[in-house]
């Protein structure tokens, strides 16, 4: 099989399913992923001192549990539970566990950093504590996070490709059985990197505009 | 201030220099490697060839890291016992079997001698030594199923096998290719072990290996073979397309092993018939 055939009929069919399957895991794990972090931060920042600490282990935990680690409990171990996920369920879940613990930390440190003279202020204003956080808050905080929220996107897309030890068959799952199928290892690799890596490209200059279009003015 | 900065450096570039130092003293370590648990040497006098052997880890009875970390195994003793009679010495190197041609092609290894079957594929890409045995693909399912060779063959249900072996291979060519079950019903695995449990989490319907290591491999499960298919296959020992003297060594070896007792002892010794 000549290069151009190889490209056209074997290598391009399977990254477009392959590609599809990525965006798929991502797009349904990142609104998750950034909702749960939220709540997690305004646990750990605002919470009372069990749920602080309930949020804080939470980020601990899946912080410092090796991704695929998580997906291997999540995929072959909840079953002598009872629980049999599917594969791309089980990616899912292991990913929001993942992508929401690491994006509470960004999102904390923007909390962090509105002083609390603003909340005090706000109470003055006669809002209630929580009112503050929702309007005060949390809008300026969302700003600021969007460095690190954006770059854990980033992470997000390319963690999505361990999803195929698992047997969810993206991109990466895509490019392994064909590169082991005709013996084109190189080829293979290195377009699928080049898949990735617009991708990332893609993400970077969607966050620079985002950044942009929601700077605190001033 | 200064000076803190200056020790931060020196931190750096100590980290880095460690980096580089074991970088340098292990040549064998590729990225295709799962895991570098083993490396055994044999009688190192220093005017012999040390060969790099790479196995599969996970591919028992052939070649397995044992509980010590050891490498172990009929192809593991057959290979030390052909390097201790031609003359060569061998370190032994688990890697992933996906990836084990590309390493044998890049030079991270010099051979694989580890139950590889000999396809016209591989042969495009390697050498391969004379066959030293013969096996055939073996079926399995879980026993709750009740299910059967025949429900196998008419595609009814998912097949797991591991990736880019010879079993996931041939449902690709005739239950894939035949439309007897549509692709997204063949799931592939890194390992057969992984393979094993999913047929016992009941995610798969059937799974299929060469039939010696699935014998391993479900034993002690509610597992069982229904069935074989004869494809006959030869393993041999894969060798770089530029190394033809370790090929002719490996083959005068092998022919020595097979007419040599200890033959029988290592089949008897690893169950193999």
Redesign the interface.
Known sequence: MDQVTFVLDVMIPAFQNGLLMTLALVAITAPFGLLIGIGVACGRVYGGKGVSWLMKMYAVFFRGCPLLLLLFILY?GL?SFGI?LS?FVASVLGFIFCNSAYNSEYIRGSMISVKEGQLIAAKALGMTRNQAILNIVLPQALRRSIPGVSNEFIYLIKYSSLAY?I?V?ELTGAS??I?????A??ETFFAVAIVYLALVTITTFGANALEKKYAIPG | MERKIGLLFLAIFLTFGICLCGCTEKPADTSGAVATPETSEISASDDKPTYIVGIDGEYPPYSFINKNGEAEGFDVESVKWVADKMGFNVKIQAMAWDGIIPALQAGKIDMVYSGMTITDERKEVVDFSNPYWIVNQSVATHDDTGLTMDDFNAGKGKVGAQRGTTGAFWVEENLVNGSIISPDMLITYDNFPLVATDLQNKRIDFAIYDRPPMLDAIEGKPLSIIGEIDTGEEYGVAIRKTDPELLETINEGIALLMASPEWDELKQKYEME
């Open positions: 072959f079953p049999v594969p030890m047997t068959i392994k059985l590169a082991t199928k005709y013996f290892y190189n």
